[in-house]
């Protein structure tokens, strides 16, 4: 019999991230989609969204936040 170690991930939703990278945005401020997906990928290299999934998280993310959006991930 052997036992298994899980490997230790921090839990939490890619919103989660997302929020935590935009929560010193200030009113006005320009959210880049692609650093935005960077940063979650980076962090968190376990979540399993896609970078449209993504999009439209930071979207609606930037929109509640009163945030502008760069949508710079496609060039």
């Given at each position: 019999m052997s036992i298994a170690r899980w490997a230790i991930r921090p839990v939490g939703t890619a919103r989660d991230?997302?929020?935590?990278?935009?929560?010193?945005?200030?009113?006005?401020?320009?959210?880049?989609?692609k650093a935005a997906i960077e940063a979650v990928r980076r962090e968190a290299p376990f979540l399993q969204d896609t970078?449209?999934?993504?999009?439209?998280?930071?979207?609606?993310?930037?929109?509640?936040?009163?945030?502008?959006?760069?949508?710079?991930?496609?060039?």
């Open positions: 991230f997302l929020a935590s990278e935009l929560r010193n945005a200030r009113y006005g401020d320009i959210v880049s989609i970078d449209d999934e993504l999009t439209e998280k930071i979207v609606d993310l930037a929109r509640e936040r009163r945030l502008a959006v760069l949508f710079d991930s496609r060039g």
